[in-house]
């Protein structure tokens, strides 16, 4: 089945503690994205990444870092998590080429105490 | 500044055709429009995308005025699963492009 899978699912961890959320698709997409969801603010992307070494910053970048060694996978990493950076998590995937038409993952939900 | 107005709720009957709205005067003329669907707190769904045609398939029609500046996304036969945050996005195609998601038109399909 073709899918975006995204690991952990849940996640309670404390200030400071470096985290990371991996994400994967079998679908041999080149283009890539994460993005948080906050209550009243919709969904805004963090990173996104064309293709393998290529990644870039969307419109939330700060306090997060991304890697695109592998074309399956791309992890989001937090060095040190705050408690701003609570919120739901999507990674999501799609061809680079032709329509936007993306596919997400399950969703990661982050708490940082 | 959004490219799309859309209303922030409604709802409709289960079995009878839900008709979502989007407003999008200042859209391109290389910019498609797609809607995506949110149910409770899972990941976004694509339903369906067009240019200046009408568009249908298996979920959805999709119906774009001539002069493309507002649309409207028909679910024929609404079922309580469909009940969810209906995204109304305009963006061209590309390499670079990205889909910005707003706040969405919450749909409530009623027993």
């Known amino acids: 089945e073709a899918q975006v899978t995204q690991n952990p699912r849940y996640l309670i961890t404390v200030t400071g503690k470096k985290l990371t959320v991996t994400c994967s698709q079998n679908?041999?997409?080149?283009?890539m994205s994460w993005y948080r969801q906050d209550p009243g603010l919709g969904l805004r992307q963090i990173y996104y990444?064309?293709?393998?070494?290529?990644?870039d910053k969307g419109d939330v970048p700060e306090g997060y870092k991304v890697s695109r060694k592998e074309k399956r996978n791309f992890p989001l990493i937090l060095e040190s998590p705050s408690p701003n950076q609570t919120s739901l998590y999507f990674c999501?995937?799609?061809?680079?080429?032709?329509?936007?038409?993306?596919?997400f993952g399950a969703g990661s939900r982050l708490t940082v105490l | 500044d959004a490219k799309t107005t859309q209303p922030p709720s409604m709802d409709c009957a289960e079995g009878r055709a839900a008709n979502l709205p989007c407003n999008h005067s200042t859209i391109s003329g290389n910019e498609y429009v797609y809607w995506y669907r949110q149910i409770h707190s899972q990941g976004p769904q694509y339903i369906i995308h067009g240019l200046k045609n009408n568009e249908t398939n298996e979920m959805a029609s999709l119906i774009i005025t001539e002069d493309r500046k507002s649309s409207t996304l028909i679910l024929p036969h609404a079922t309580l699963r469909d009940t969810a945050v209906y995204y109304c996005?305009?963006?061209?195609?590309?390499?670079?492009?990205?889909?910005?998601f707003g706040k969405g038109i919450t749909l409530s399909v009623r027993p």
């Open positions: 996005i305009v963006e061209s195609t590309g390499a670079n492009s990205k889909l910005t």
């Open positions: 679908m041999n997409h080149e283009y």
């Open positions: 999501a995937s799609r061809w680079d080429r032709g329509a936007n038409v993306l596919t």
């Open positions: 990444s064309m293709n393998v070494e290529v990644t």
